[in-house]
């Protein structure tokens, strides 16, 4: 079991870096060179590893509001309206290759939010704090490492307030209100994630004293 | 977390990195998520839309701060920075000027708030005081990339009786549309103020503290 369990991380953790590593540069090119749809072919490849190999670790990315946001927002309009003027070759609104570009930008948004997800999970608050230390000073680089590695836990505050607003009804009646609640209860949760960070940062500070407490647990149990 | 044990000396200054990292990240993840979409979608002043979120964030973080007996001074400023460090993640055009704008953004309202205590209308000058960076931006992107003569050219299109005929308007009306998006984006500016102050009063009191 424990085995087992250690082999899927392993693979999870294999699955994340091939992804980073495929998604940044594919995503970063596929950016700079927008009038070539087919060089987010690896975005896109990297994006269906993710969904099959580590979708539980990623429920923001493979949310069915963000896709129909998406779509919404970036493939219709791009569809209906066309590209931009300042791409080198300009579609008209309504052919196969405006829809190839929204398409193509909805992709280029998802590798963007994947390529965030897996750097904010896994960067080394310590390694951040004394690279960026040097530059700014060392309790604003502690604050970047440490706010690097948050953005997960901001977004599962986001999800789990959009989720007790959907069980009391929604934005079905009262709209402004619940928007009110919804924005109150976000804050409310985020000022207890820095109330939490604090105590956990306090708690690093006596490492002496969390080093002391292991050592007279055997002493207690001994006969 | 090493680093911690040396740089952290006491509870105020725990609770001042912890805030400036979690608003901060707060930051970061709205511009490197709904930034990049409005960015990437090439949306009308979307940098506007995207520094009422930024000052709601900044002066939320700074009366949080400020209630628990710290003044909270170089608050917005370090939660600018944080999220300014972040957004490189987000790999979409245009992240430079984002960067230089929420920075910008960050020193305007630290400026506003440096001097006195927190008070409604002090937030308030402090969002139309950021709302106007994404303008000023504007006009200083325009003199980087094509020098003075173009900050020259966009002064007599705006004063010149006849400038508003080179974009095909009549008269001034190129310079009273600008007037109009200056106003529109103080009167945003200062509704996101106001907002800050009353969302983070409202924070604090669910939570049980005496907002200042």
């Given at each position: 079991?424990?085995?087992?369990?250690?082999?899927?991380?392993?693979?999870?953790?294999r699955?994340?870096?091939?992804?980073?590593?495929?998604?940044?540069?594919?995503?970063?090119?596929?950016?700079?060179m927008?009038?070539?749809?087919a060089?987010?072919v690896?975005a896109?490849?990297?994006?269906?590893?993710?969904?099959?190999?580590?979708?539980?670790?990623?429920?923001?990315l493979?949310?069915?509001?963000?896709w129909?946001?998406l779509?919404?927002?970036?493939?219709?309009p791009?569809?209906?309206i066309?590209?931009?003027?300042?791409?080198d070759?300009?579609?008209?609104?309504?052919?196969?290759?405006?829809?190839?570009?929204?398409?193509?930008?909805?992709?280029?948004?998802?590798?963007?939010?994947?390529?965030?997800?897996l750097?904010?999970g896994?960067?080394?608050?310590?390694?951040?704090?004394?690279?960026?230390?040097?530059?700014?000073?060392?309790?604003?680089?502690?604050a970047?490492?440490?706010?690097?590695?948050?953005?997960?836990?901001?977004?599962?505050?986001?999800?789990?307030?959009?989720?007790?607003?959907?069980?009391?009804?929604?934005?079905r009646?009262?709209?402004?209100?619940?928007?009110?609640r919804?924005?109150?209860?976000v804050?409310?949760?985020?000022?207890?994630?820095?109330?939490?960070?604090?105590?956990?940062?306090l708690l690093?500070q006596?490492?002496?004293?969390?080093?002391?407490?292991p050592?007279s647990k055997?002493?207690?149990?001994a006969? | 977390?090493?680093?911690?044990?040396?740089?952290?000396?006491?509870?105020?200054?725990?609770q001042?990195?912890?805030?400036?990292?979690?608003?901060?990240?707060?930051?970061?993840a709205?511009?490197?998520?709904?930034?990049?979409?409005l960015?990437s979608a090439?949306?009308?002043?979307h940098?506007t839309?995207?520094?009422?979120?930024?000052?709601i964030?900044?002066?939320?973080?700074?009366?949080?701060?400020?209630s628990?007996?710290?003044?909270?001074?170089?608050?917005?400023?370090a939660?600018g920075?944080?999220?300014?460090?972040?957004?490189?993640?987000?790999?979409t055009?245009g992240?430079?000027?984002?960067?230089?704008g929420?920075l910008?953004?960050?020193?305007?309202?630290?400026?506003?708030?440096?001097f006195?205590?927190?008070?409604?209308?002090?937030?308030a000058?402090?969002?139309?005081?950021?709302a106007?960076?994404?303008l000023?931006?504007?006009?200083?992107?325009?003199?980087v990339?094509?020098g003075?003569?173009?900050?020259?050219?966009?002064?007599?299109?705006?004063?010149?009786?006849?400038?508003?005929?080179?974009?095909?308007?009549?008269?001034?009306?190129?310079?009273?549309?600008v007037?109009?998006?200056?106003?529109v984006?103080?009167?945003?500016?200062?509704?996101?103020?106001?907002?800050?102050?009353?969302?983070?009063?409202?924070?604090?009191?669910?939570?049980?503290?005496?907002?200042?």
């Amino acid at each position: 079991m424990v085995a087992g369990s250690s082999n899927s991380t392993k693979a999870r953790t294999r699955a994340r870096i091939i992804a980073a590593l495929v998604l940044g540069p594919a995503t970063l090119i596929a950016t700079l060179m927008l009038d070539w749809p087919a060089l987010l072919v690896p975005a896109a490849l990297a994006l269906v590893m993710l969904a099959v190999l580590d979708r539980r670790q990623f429920p923001a990315l493979f949310n069915k509001w963000l896709w129909l946001g998406l779509t919404i927002a970036v493939v219709l309009p791009i569809w209906l309206i066309g590209t931009p003027g300042e791409t080198d070759a300009p579609h008209s609104g309504g052919g196969t290759p405006a829809m190839t570009a929204g398409l193509g930008m909805a992709v280029r948004v998802l590798a963007t939010l994947a390529v965030m997800l897996l750097i904010g999970g896994c960067i080394a608050p310590a390694a951040v704090s004394r690279f960026l230390g040097r530059f700014i000073g060392k309790k604003l680089g502690l604050a970047c490492a440490i706010g690097t590695n948050l953005l997960p836990a901001v977004l599962e505050i986001l999800r789990r307030s959009t989720l007790a607003l959907r069980l009391r009804g929604g934005f079905r009646r009262h709209r402004l209100k619940n928007l009110r609640r919804l924005v109150t209860t976000v804050g409310v949760q985020t000022v207890r994630l820095t109330e939490d960070v604090a105590e956990a940062l306090l708690l690093a500070q006596a490492p002496g004293q969390q080093a002391a407490e292991p050592e007279s647990k055997p002493e207690e149990s001994a006969p | 977390m090493e680093d911690s044990t040396n740089t952290i000396r006491s509870p105020a200054q725990a609770q001042w990195v912890a805030v400036v990292a979690v608003f901060g990240a707060v930051w970061g993840a709205a511009e490197i998520s709904l930034g990049a979409i409005l960015r990437s979608a090439s949306i009308p002043m979307h940098g506007t839309l995207m520094t009422g979120i930024g000052i709601i964030i900044m002066l939320v973080a700074r009366r949080t701060l400020a209630s628990s007996n710290q003044r909270g001074r170089g608050a917005c400023l370090a939660v600018g920075v944080v999220a300014a460090v972040m957004l490189p993640m987000s790999v979409t055009r245009g992240i430079e000027r984002a960067v230089i704008g929420i920075l910008a953004e960050a020193v305007c309202i630290e400026f506003a708030l440096w001097f006195g205590r927190p008070a409604r209308w002090r937030y308030a000058v402090a969002g139309v005081l950021a709302a106007l960076v994404p303008l000023v931006q504007l006009l200083a992107m325009l003199a980087v990339q094509y020098g003075p003569g173009a900050l020259s050219s966009f002064r007599t299109i705006l004063l010149d009786k006849q400038g508003g005929a080179k974009l095909g308007l009549a008269g001034q009306a190129a310079g009273t549309l600008v007037g109009m998006v200056v106003v529109v984006s103080s009167v945003y500016g200062s509704v996101c103020g106001i907002f800050g102050w009353s969302l983070a009063r409202r924070i604090l009191q669910r939570l049980g503290r005496e907002p200042e």
